[in-house]
């Protein structure tokens, strides 16, 4: 079993950069594949990005695709979620995830650890 802490989330004006983090405890986290998940208030909990081990392919929910970057580092057992150009529709709590797969999914019934989150805060 892993355990997630995310961090880096804060306020940030529209159009601004945030990077989170999300540190993975375990020896094994390069053999996981991590997700980033997002909840705003009212609605569910939805994909927003997911990095596979070995290739490390990643994938990204329509909205965020060309502002938002996943990446990895084994070495630091840590994944990070890169947001850039924000909206204050990319307001949320962001929650990492770690599914002991190849392939990052895209539902959250696919991961078997998460964070606590982190929340991230857009003004217009």
């Known amino acids: 079993q892993v355990q997630l802490v995310e961090s880096g989330g804060g306020l940030v004006q529209a159009g601004g950069s945030l990077r989170l983090s999300c540190a993975v405890s375990?020896?094994?986290?390069?053999?996981?594949?991590m997700g980033w998940f997002r909840q705003a208030p009212g609605k569910e909990r939805e994909f927003v990005a997911g990095i596979g081990w070995g290739d490390s392919r990643t994938s990204y929910t329509d909205s965020v695709k060309g502002r938002f970057t996943i990446s990895r580092d084994n070495a630091k057992n840590t994944v990070y979620l890169q947001m850039n150009s924000l909206k204050p529709e990319d307001t949320a709590v962001y929650y990492c995830a770690a599914d002991r797969a190849v392939v990052a999914g895209t539902s959250q019934t696919e991961y078997e650890a998460w964070g606590q989150g982190t929340q991230v805060t857009v003004s217009s």
């Open positions: 375990g020896r094994t986290f390069s053999r996981y594949a």
